[in-house]
């Protein structure tokens, strides 16, 4: 089993930034793969970012390209994800993910761990 505790959630004005960290623990040795997604009321989850687990392959929504950068610390087994600018619609509950399959693109099924999820609340 791996564990995902997210944290660095919170409220923020529009413009302004957060930075998300997922960290990892237990059998970590079986992740090829992390991620963030995020679901706002309503809505369904969907894909933010992705990393490879050594950190040198990484995707991000087209959506959020511009403003949000995901990041790896190996020796702390830790994702991050440097949200910037950030605007109301960016509010959401922010999901880490682990997955035991390889590739940036993969779909949220495909995802085998996840964290308990961190809220982003942005106000205009």
């Known amino acids: 089993q791996v564990q995902l505790v997210e944290s660095g959630g919170g409220l923020v004005q529009a413009g302004g930034s957060l930075r998300l960290s997922c960290a990892a623990s237990?059998?970590?040795?079986?992740?090829?793969?992390m991620g963030w997604f995020r679901q706002a009321p309503g809505k369904e989850r969907e894909f933010v970012a992705a990393?490879?687990?050594?950190?040198?392959?990484?995707n991000v929504a087209d959506s959020v390209m511009d403003r949000f950068t995901i990041s790896r610390a190996n020796a702390e087994r830790t994702m991050y994800l440097q949200m910037n600018s950030l605007k109301p619609e960016d509010t959401a509950v922010y999901y880490c993910?682990?997955?035991?399959?390889?590739?940036?693109?993969?779909?949220?099924?495909?995802?085998?761990?996840w964290g308990q999820g961190a809220q982003v609340t942005v106000s205009s």
């Open positions: 990393i490879s687990w050594s950190g040198g392959v990484t």
């Open positions: 993910a682990a997955s035991r399959n390889w590739g940036v693109r993969l779909t949220a099924l495909t995802y085998d761990y």
């Open positions: 237990g059998r970590t040795f079986s992740v090829y793969t």
